[in-house]
C-alpha cells in the first residue's frame, strides 16, 4: 500500500507578491498605511530640549528674537532690599556681562557652559556664579517656565506659575513643594518678547535664604545687532 505524501506547502514569494495584480494592491495599500501612521505618530510629538541644552524652537509667541541668542540686554533682581544690576550681551553660546551691587562692580565671561570671572588684566576659570537664581537666565529657562505657567490676562500678557512649576523647571530633583503662585509679565514690541518681569515673591520664600520678595526685570534690545566678540585674556 502506497504511503500518501503531504501535499507541499505552496512557498510565497515577494516576486510572486508583485507578479499577481490583487497581492500587488494590497502590499502597496499596507506600505502606504504605515507610512501615513510613521508620519502622524511624528508630527503629534512635542519638540523636546535635547541633552546638549540646545532646544528646539520656542512655542510662545514672540519669543523667536530671544531663542536666536543674539541680543543686548539689562536686567534687574531686587531681592529684598537688596538690588542687582546686570548689563551684557550674548551672542550664541558666549555671553559676556557687568554685575554691579551698590558700589561694587564684577565683570564674567561664558562660554560653553564655563564660568570666568574678571581678575585684573585676565578673566580666570571661576566655580562662582554671578546671579542670584543663576539658571533661572537661561533663555530655554525662561520659555519653560512661561509655558508651563497659566495665561490668566491676555490683554497685560501675565502668567501664573506656581511653585512647583518654577521648582521642576529649575532644580534638576523631583521634590513636593508648598503651594503659591508667582507671576510674569511680558512688554511686546512689533510682536516679539523684548521684556519679562516676574515676581517670585511665593518662590522666594522657599529658597535657602528664606527671602521674602524677588521681582527680576529683564530688557532685550538690540536683536541681531550684536557682531561675534573676540574672546577675553583667559589666565
Do not use: C, W
Request: charged share 30%.
Amino acid at each position: 500500500m502506497e504511503e500518501k505524501k503531504e501535499p507541499q506547502k505552496k512557498k510565497f514569494s515577494i516576486k510572486e507578491i508583485f507578479a499577481n495584480r490583487q497581492y500587488r494592491a494590497i502590499a502597496i495599500l499596507a506600505f502606504y498605511v504605515v507610512f501615513f501612521a510613521v508620519l502622524i505618530t511624528m508630527l503629534r510629538t512635542p519638540a523636546s530640549v535635547d541633552e546638549s541644552g540646545n532646544g528646539a524652537a520656542s512655542s510662545l509667541e514672540g519669543y523667536e528674537l530671544i531663542d536666536n541668542k543674539n541680543f543686548n540686554y539689562k536686567y534687574t533682581v531686587t531681592v529684598d532690599d537688596d538690588i542687582y544690576y546686570y548689563e551684557g550681551k550674548k551672542y550664541d553660546n558666549k555671553e559676556m556681562v557687568t554685575v554691579r551691587k551698590n558700589e561694587e562692580e564684577e565683570e564674567y565671561y561664558f562660554v560653553d557652559k564655563k564660568t570666568y570671572i574678571k581678575e585684573g588684566d585676565y578673566y580666570v576659570l571661576t566655580e562662582s556664579k554671578p546671579y542670584i537664581l543663576f539658571d533661572f537666565f537661561n533663555t530655554d529657562t525662561l520659555d519653560m517656565l512661561i509655558i508651563n505657567g497659566t495665561l490668566i490676562d491676555e490683554e497685560k500678557h501675565e502668567y501664573r506659575i506656581d511653585n512647583q512649576g518654577v521648582y521642576d523647571v529649575l532644580s534638576s530633583y523631583s521634590v513636593k513643594v508648598d503651594s503659591g503662585d508667582n507671576f510674569a509679565t511680558l512688554t511686546y514690541r512689533n510682536s516679539y518678547i523684548t521684556g519679562i518681569k516676574f515676581d517670585l515673591s511665593s518662590y522666594a520664600k522657599l529658597m535657602r535664604e528664606n527671602y521674602n520678595s524677588i521681582i527680576i526685570d529683564m530688557q532685550f534690545y538690540d536683536f541681531d545687532l550684536v557682531d561675534d566678540f573676540v574672546e577675553p585674556n583667559i589666565n
